[in-house]
């Protein structure tokens, strides 16, 4: 089992920045890729960005990449999202979700923590 904890959520003006933070309780993400997804009110939970723990591959949907950058810190074990030139339509709840580097499917998911960016 595996707890996903997220932080770093808040409120923010547009073109502003803000960073997410997710840890796993208890151990590390060796062997998992780790990823962001949101949902914002009303429509459906889309992805964000994914990272591979062993090499750091990644990989981000076309309406963050340029703005946002998912990395690793092994001193810290986390995963983190770096979200730059934020948009209104960046607002949503943020969830962090990990799955074994040999699946497809997130089999793990944080509570979530929300972005909202002002206009």
């Known amino acids: 089992q595996v707890q996903l904890v997220e932080s770093g959520g808040g409120l923010v003006q547009a073109g502003g920045s803000l960073r997410l933070s997710c840890a796993a309780s208890g151990r590390t993400f060796n062997g998992y890729r780790v990823g962001w997804f949101r949902q914002a009110p009303g429509k459906e939970r889309e992805f964000v960005a994914h990272?591979?723990?062993?090499?750091?591959?990644?990989y981000y949907a076309a309406s963050v990449k340029g703005r946002f950058m998912i990395s690793r810190d092994n001193a810290k074990s986390t995963v983190d999202l770096q979200m730059n030139s934020l948009k209104p339509e960046d607002t949503a709840v943020y969830y962090c979700?990990?799955?074994?580097?040999?699946?497809?499917?997130?089999?793990?998911w944080g509570q979530g923590t929300q972005v909202t960016v002002s206009s």
């Open positions: 990272i591979w723990w062993s090499g750091g591959s990644t």
């Open positions: 979700a990990a799955g074994r580097d040999f699946l497809v499917s997130y089999d793990y």
